[in-house]
Structure formats: C-alpha cells, structure tokens
C-alpha cells in the first residue's frame, strides 16, 4: 500500500531553515542535508513501520550524517511529517503537532 506523503507547515519550515544554515556554513553542505533528508523520508514512505516509536503514535527516522530526526505518524492513506528536528536542540517541541 503506498500511502500519500503529507509535509506539516513546520516540518517544511524547519528543513529550510537548517538547509539555509548548512549553506551558511559551507557552499553545497544544505544540498546535502536536504539529500539525506529525502532519502530518509524515501525510506519512511518505503517502510514506515521499521522506525521506532518515540512517543504515542509519533515514530522517528534518523537523518544520516545530521544530527536530525524526521518525525512522522502513519494514518490510514497518509504519512505525515510532523518535523524535522535537530537531536540536541529543542527535540521535544513536535510532541504538541498532529
């Protein structure tokens, strides 16, 4: 069953903004990230039950190379990322998103 990729308000703002500040630090690095960013959510589209639960429904995918976490819940007919988040840095603040 292929389930549809829903991408929350926040998750989209959050792979952005750390894009922006790999770029930042150096040329073609936020390229990088956002790579290893789709290639983890590819394996959670392709798999989504070999990730672990983290709280309630929410399981987390680890990003290879960063230190961030894609977050997500599986419904029905969707998988929605909830966020993108770095491990260190405030890495409770999904647990409030739907």
Request: aromatic letters at 10%; zero cysteines.
């Amino acid at each position: 069953m292929t389930r549809r990729l829903v991408l929350r308000p926040q998750a989209k703002t959050e792979l952005l903004e750390a894009r922006h500040w790999y770029d930042q630090q150096q040329a073609g690095l936020g390229e990088q990230f956002a790579l290893q960013v789709d290639l983890t959510v590819s394996a959670v589209l392709e798999r989504p039950l070999s990730f672990p639960v983290v709280h309630g429904a929410t399981r987390r995918a680890i990003v290879q190379r960063f230190p961030y976490g894609v977050f997500f819940r599986i419904l029905s007919d969707e998988i929605v990322i909830l966020g993108i988040v770095h491990g260190h840095r405030e890495p409770q603040r999904w647990r409030e998103r739907q």
